[in-house]
């Protein structure tokens, strides 16, 4: 009989090298469940923010959808690449990058012809100036080790005056127990604790890991790498939503942000410099 182990949750210090082994496996392990569970929610060829729904057809976070014809387009973190679905219905050419094998089977599954990646967000497999926008529903961002990396790369890739628009975590939700109920909203941890989540196997091996910066940082980080920050979208849970995800709650929902979206512009300097 095959002895199941129980990852151990634990605060501890991890990473690039460690952050992205963990994040494809897991990717890997849980992706069927993940897309069982959300991909109703998500939509074969919906552009979701996050959990509270927010719709890119609504929120015109890259642009008006009527310009988006013609545009070439980077997703990352893609998953099985839904908002790259409806960013092609556009008319835009987008690319579909994702770390895990898995979940971009799952793109194939659902179908389409957008091309799909699959790469690490810190090493992205294109040329200088390649894409007119990039944007990441809670893709990549939240389990990187050094997100400047990321950003940078993401800037390497952008043409001149590129948007680049992603969605995470909102940094508030670390000081609250990951719960949606009552018990998830009272603070049991510091906000500015920066000690990345860890699960780890029996081994001390890290088989999940999540990465913590402050609203500061975040902006910091943006910044570091070139680019404008001209929005931060702070989501609200609407009415219609009545679906938990994880600890992402109505109750919570209606009191507490749970995702923060950064509408940032790439600088007009050379693509190669930072
Ligand atoms: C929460 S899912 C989001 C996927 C999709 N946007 C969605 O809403 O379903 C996070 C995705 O980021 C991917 N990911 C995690 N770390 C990554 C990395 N370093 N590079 C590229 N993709 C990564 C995972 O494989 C996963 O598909």
Redesign the pocket.
């Known amino acids: 009989m095959i002895q199941e182990y129980e990852p151990e949750a634990t605060r501890r210090a991890t990473g690039d090298t460690e952050s992205?082994r963990a994040?494809r496996g897991w990717?890997d392990r849980n992706a069927d469940e993940y897309q069982t569970e959300?991909g109703a929610f998500?939509g074969d060829d919906r552009f979701?923010w996050g959990p509270e729904g927010l719709d890119e057809a609504d929120a015109a976070l890259l642009g008006p959808a009527s310009g988006l014809a013609g545009l070439d387009v980077l997703e990352?973190?893609?998953?099985?690449a839904?908002?790259s679905r409806w960013l092609a219905a556009q008319g835009a050419r987008p690319v579909a990058?994702?770390?895990?094998h898995r979940?971009l089977q799952h793109a194939l599954r659902i179908g389409g012809d957008v091309p799909l990646v699959e790469a690490?967000?810190?090493a992205l497999p294109f040329a200088d100036g390649s894409f007119d926008l990039a944007c990441s529903?809670?893709?990549?961002v939240p389990?990187?080790a050094d997100p400047v990396r990321v950003m940078r790369e993401v800037r390497r890739v952008l043409r001149p005056g590129g948007r680049w628009v992603f969605s995470v975590t909102h940094p508030i939700r670390w000081a609250f127990p990951d719960e949606p109920g009552p018990e998830g909203l009272s603070v049991a941890a510091s906000y500015f604790d920066r000690t990345p989540y860890v699960e780890q196997d029996e081994h001390g091996r890290a088989v999940y890991v999540e990465h913590h910066r402050t609203l500061g940082d975040r902006v910091r980080d943006v910044v570091a790498a070139g680019f404008r920050l001209i929005d931060l979208v702070e989501p609200e849970w609407p009415d219609w939503n009545t679906q938990e995800w994880g600890g992402w709650s109505p109750l919570r929902g209606h009191l507490i942000p749970g995702t923060a979206i950064f509408v940032c512009e790439r600088d007009e300097g050379p693509s190669g410099g930072s």
Request: proline letters at 0%; one cysteine or more.
């Open positions: 992205s994040s990717w959300h998500l979701v990352i973190g893609a998953g099985a839904q908002c990058l994702d770390l895990s979940q690490d967000a810190g529903a809670y893709g990549a389990f990187v």
